[in-house]
């Protein structure tokens, strides 16, 4: 229960915070001249929130019950698919996913990997 609750509150200061820290980040990374590595360090967050969020759906839609496991906060979902790509137990619908991010950046899923992360021993589960 302690969870949810902190997912409501969480939610409901980044609701509140975002938009002011953006602008507010943007101005000083511009100023820094790091608005690129501040967006992208942005976009890593998401990436990771996205892969616990999205954890069960990933796990049963984007890969065989075989491959390696979605849901590690500290993991990027880029990174999962590499590794499911690598082993491949990646499902058509994984496949399709990775296709669309090499159109992006050639080869992005397995460039994405991270050695550090397994989500077997995912300690957040």
């Known amino acids: ?18 938009p002011f820290s953006y602008v507010y980040g943007t101005i000083r990374s511009l100023s820094k001249k790091e608005f690129n590595s501040y967006n992208f360090c942005l976009a890593v967050g998401k990436d990771q929130y996205g892969n616990a969020l999205c954890k069960y759906l990933f796990n049963d839609v984007l890969i065989t019950k075989d491959g390696y496991k979605f849901g590690n906060i500290d993991e990027t979902i880029s ?21 669309i991010l090499d159109k992006i950046e ?11 992360e397994d989500s077997e021993t995912d300690k957040h589960s």
Not at 1 to 18: A, D, P, Y
Not at 81 to 97: A, D, E, S, W
């Open 1 to 18: 229960m302690i969870g949810f609750i902190l997912l409501i509150v969480s939610s409901i200061l980044k609701w509140i915070l975002s």
């Open 79 to 99: 990174s999962c698919i590499g590794k499911n790509r690598v082993k491949g137990t990646l499902t058509f619908v994984g496949r399709l996913l990775d296709r």
């Open 106 to 116: 050639p080869n992005h899923s397995i460039l994405s990997i991270d050695l550090s």
